[in-house]
């Protein structure tokens, strides 16, 4: 797991972990346009990319980001997708924000196959995820992005996600969640069974908020909900 840390060279700034999506890469334009907002918000941002391949859950996601954070004196934890899965099994954060957290795989006429796929010890990419495909992300994703992003998932990849979604711990009542209801990637249903529509905002895109061109409107509220949990948006 790559991490890397951006900002935070004035005094008193604080720590902020951001635990990208399956396939982002932290040279994504626009992976780097958050990053760099949320450094001009006053953060010192904390960037883990994580491997598209895994064969244990919690040894080769959850540790490396929980050993970071136990050296941390408080954070504030900003996640994407199965970035958003792995933050939901972390501790000790003061605010929680997830950007279309990957919380159930997507209902369709493939969702069938992923019992069966999760049964094969393979670690090789078989199944098509539908993720380079720039409605799918969102219509700012660059063509370098959907060139080297992941789009095709390995069944022991599929087998440690269902088991971490089935174990998912309670979501922190503070905690707010960013999604658009055209998402084909995750379980939107997911989302509405864990965390109430009050501490939801929906916005007009795909599945990356940051891939989509209505990130600028909702980027004061992104930035209020990390700062104030989910009072940002209940008073909206």
């Not at 970071?68 to 199965?82: I, N, P």
């Not at 957290?101 to 094969?120: I, M, N, Q, S, V």
């Amino acid at each position: 797991m790559e991490r890397r840390t951006f900002g935070g060279d004035a005094d008193g700034a604080e720590d902020l972990v951001f635990v990208l999506g399956w396939g982002n890469k932290l040279f994504h334009e626009n992976v780097r346009w958050l990053v760099d907002e949320l450094v001009d918000a006053g953060y010192r941002v904390h960037a883990f990319r994580i491997p598209t391949t895994i064969r244990d859950f919690r040894s080769e996601y959850v540790e490396p980001v929980a050993e970071f954070v136990r050296d941390l004196d408080g954070y504030r934890l900003l996640s994407h997708s199965t970035g958003g899965l792995i933050a939901a099994h972390l501790d000790g954060a003061t605010r929680r924000v997830y950007l279309s957290p990957f919380w159930g795989f997507p209902e369709g006429p493939e969702e069938p196959l992923y019992d069966l796929l999760a049964k094969l010890p393979v670690s090789a990419e078989l199944l098509p995820a539908g993720t380079a495909d720039r409605e799918a992300l969102g219509d700012l994703a660059t063509d370098r992005q959907l060139e080297t992003g992941a789009d095709a998932a390995a069944p022991t990849w599929i087998r440690e996600c269902l088991d971490a979604q089935a174990n998912l711990p309670p979501i922190d009542d503070d905690a707010v969640v960013f999604c658009s209801l055209r998402d084909r990637v995750v379980s939107t249903r997911a989302i509405g069974e864990r965390v109430p529509a009050d501490r939801v905002v929906l916005y007009d895109g795909g599945h990356e908020l940051f891939s989509s061109s209505s990130r600028e409107r909702h980027l004061p509220t992104l930035l209020a909900a990390l700062e104030e949990g989910a009072a940002a948006v209940r008073e909206r």
